[in-house]
């Protein structure tokens, strides 16, 4: 369970890691189920970690928005409602921290129900909606290493699609700019006063022949926060060890990280929220963001120790 300090970590800075959350046992099989389903004459091969240096081949690559490969990303989606996964992801243990954040009655995964990406891309061309035809985890998502790639810069995002409360699980070690999961300490308390809608966001259709909207639209105040964000603040990497999971507040600024090192980064990715999920996402995103929290988010306070801080890369 998670302790006061820990909590009150997760309200001021957004995001929490916690580390040996998940057994190594478990991550070692969820790893073996990726290479299980991925064809046998691809050239990334299990045992050998020059093969797994991205991009992926045209030959290997797919565009199956439930099994995708292409570049550097390797995202099998199926694995989301694989039972292992859902046993990983959303143990006895995790749930019980994932409501201690959130209180209410969390939402249930059901293992072998639809995954993510059954229903395709959110517009021709556009991302896939993690919220449609998704009845498990996101997923196990990969990030190959990007051998001699230039450097990219850093640039955060929020998703766009209702949920309260992300987890991201290494299931194998993963380096300091390995491609571990990157956010940006405190950007929730900025961000949420930027949206209309608690946990979701107004949407314009797409029209093939009207193409300059695209869904999601943002408000100015948050583009520019954005922009801030990605200038003045330094984002924490979460690398760390096989079984150690971050969790991060919906509204917090994140990336996936890039992947500078010789090591393939591999990691669940799942949401979490509350059956009150549908009656909170649509209302304004004013006042105390923390009205449908647990009642110790509620009240926590905030501090914590520096030896936490530095626990956590801040
Ligand atoms: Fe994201």
Not at 99 to 117: D, E
Not at 201 to 230: A, C, F, M, T, W
């Amino acid at each position: 369970m998670l302790s006061h300090e820990q909590i009150s970590f997760f309200k001021t800075n957004g995001y929490l890691i916690v580390p040996g959350a998940m057994a190594e046992q478990q991550c070692k099989k969820v790893r073996e189920l990726m290479w299980q389903v991925l064809p046998d004459n691809t050239t990334l091969q299990a045992g050998d970690p020059a093969s797994q240096i991205g991009p992926f081949k045209t030959a290997d690559e797919t565009s199956d928005a439930r099994h995708l490969r292409q570049g550097y990303r390797w995202l099998n989606r199926f694995l989301g409602v694989n039972p292992e996964v859902i046993n990983l992801i959303y143990s006895e243990s995790i749930c019980a921290m994932a409501q201690q954040l959130l209180g209410g009655q969390l939402r249930q995964a059901v293992a072998n129900g639809l995954p993510m990406g059954s229903y395709g891309n959110a517009w021709p061309g556009g991302p896939t909606d993690p919220a449609t035809g998704n009845e498990g985890a996101r997923g196990v998502y990969c990030t190959l290493p990007y051998g001699n790639k230039a450097r990219d810069p850093d640039q955060c995002h929020t998703d766009g699609h209702p949920f309260q409360l992300g987890v991201v699980g290494l299931i194998d070690d993963c380096p300091e700019e390995g491609g571990g999961f990157k956010v940006w300490p405190k950007s929730h308390t900025r961000l949420y006063p930027t949206f209309a809608l608690r946990y979701d966001q107004p949407r314009i259709p797409y029209y093939e022949h009207l193409p300059s909207y695209k869904g999601i639209v943002h408000s100015p105040e948050y583009l520019r926060e954005v922009d801030k964000l990605n200038g003045e603040v330094t984002p924490v990497e979460c690398w760390g060890k096989a079984g150690d999971i971050v969790f991060w507040h919906h509204r917090l600024a994140h990336m996936a990280g890039h992947n500078y090192s010789d090591t393939m980064r591999q990691a669940v990715l799942a949401d979490f929220w509350t059956t009150d999920l549908d009656q909170f996402r649509a209302t304004p995103a004013q006042g105390d963001m923390w009205r449908d929290w647990s009642v110790q988010v509620q009240l926590s306070g905030g501090d914590y120790s520096d030896e936490l801080a530095e626990q956590q890369r801040l």
